[in-house]
Nanobody, 120 residues
Framework: QVQLVESGGGLAQPGGSLNLSCAAS????????MGWFRQAPGKGRELVAT???????NITDSVKGRFIISRGNRENTVWLQMNDLRPEDTAVYYC??????????????WGPGTQVTVSS
């Protein structure tokens, strides 16, 4: 099992910044992909950005140029630096960890989520 704990959410003004972090513990040796998803009110969960080991592999078009995903040296922590925030970025942000073999997801774990609200 892998446990994920997010932090760093909160309220930001449009154009502002927030930095989310996610710390993984437990059997982290099985994890090779970590990232962030989000779910806005009334919408489905969508991918924001993911990394395989220390290489970004996915980032959704709506956040390109504004959000940066990075991982710690020990790869047990992943961050999401969010800049130039917009009201449409308001959502619950979830940390995700996967053990993947190519396109196949063998194990998947989720954090409890952290609320990000962008409003003036």
């Amino acid at each position: 099992q892998v446990q994920l704990v997010e932090s760093g959410g909160g309220l930001a003004q449009p154009g502002g910044s927030l930095n989310l972090s996610c710390a993984a513990s437990g059997s982290t040796f099985i994890v090779n992909t970590m990232g962030w998803f989000r779910q806005a009110p009334g919408k489905g969960r969508e991918l924001v950005a993911t990394m395989k080991h220390d290489v970004p592999v996915n980032i959704t078009d709506s956040v390109k140029g504004r959000f940066i995903i990075s991982r710690g040296n020990r790869e047990n922590t992943v961050w999401l630096q969010m800049n130039d925030l917009r009201p449409e970025d308001t959502a619950v942000y979830y940390c995700n960890a996967q053990s993947r073999a190519g396109a196949m997801v063998i194990y998947e774990f989720w954090g409890p989520g952290t609320q990000v609200t962008v409003s003036s």
